[in-house]
């Protein structure tokens, strides 16, 4: 064997303790932003059907949730809102008083320290589900800008610390912008759902956030699955309109966009590991046919190794926890 030619790349994978050492990604606690649902009403925890563990709730059992994330050391929650009343122009939305205002006033009142993000819509909060205003089956989009300007500003009142706009409205970004500078919020930070595809993995939110739209499609303004270059362009003009953060969704089917992304920009990364991706992992674990654990810190892991600094992700929780016992356990 000795005249063979060859690298022996297992020298640097033979102990736990060398592996350690040429560990090239690590997943921490700080990387995960927790997604909340908050309902109208008392001491409610609606469990998401299609999202085993996922629950949406009332204000008054927020402050338990909220404190079990910080001591389980979690950093951000991004907040959806589940609002009583819908209608044609999603007034909740941008309402002063609206469900999500007054849960982000009270996560910010009771947890300071967290930092609150807020998911940027209109889906939950109009009657026809789409994600902008609507006029003969067409969904408008300097209308919808409007709308949404408005709702930025009424979250950034209540108390967010980053506005996360999601209904890919081209020019959504500048609007908000605007409109933030405009009334005195130009310190608060844009988080842009730059690269939102049209993807068939969104279906367990839509039970989650009760936004599935009532005609339809959002393949006019959500991206097309089979479109790289269109990541780029996208990103592009968020940057160029005033973006802080860069958001990828969903995840896990779209990992060479995330390092597309972030070969191209400078910005922060964020990866959204979506509802289906969640529900997907839950079902096959809920029959043991997987090791939960295991293949979720793998996934997250991948996510983090194509270029995320940030992931949004059902697991949040979950995987803070695995991370505790794992430091514990050495
Ligand atoms: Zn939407």
Redesign the pocket.
Known sequence: MNHLQFQRHRRLRQTAGIRALVRETHLHKEDFIYPIFVVEGENKRNAVKSMPGVDQISLDLLNADMQEAVDLGIKSVIVFGVPHDKDEVGSSAYCDHGIVQKAIAQIKENFPELVVIADT???QYTSHGH?GVVEDGVILNDESLELLAKTAVSQAKAGADIIAP??MMDGFVAAIRHALDENGFSHIPIMSYAVKYSSAHYGPFRDAAH?SPKFGDRKAYQMDPANRLEAIREAESDVMEGADFLMVKPALSYLDIIRDVKNNFNLPIVAYNVSGEYSMVKAAAQNGWINEKEIVLEQLLSMKRAGADLILTYFAKDAARWLQEGEEAK
Do not use: I
Request: proline fraction near 0%; include cysteine; charged fraction near 0%.
């Open positions: 819509c209109l889906c994600c999601s209904n936004s």
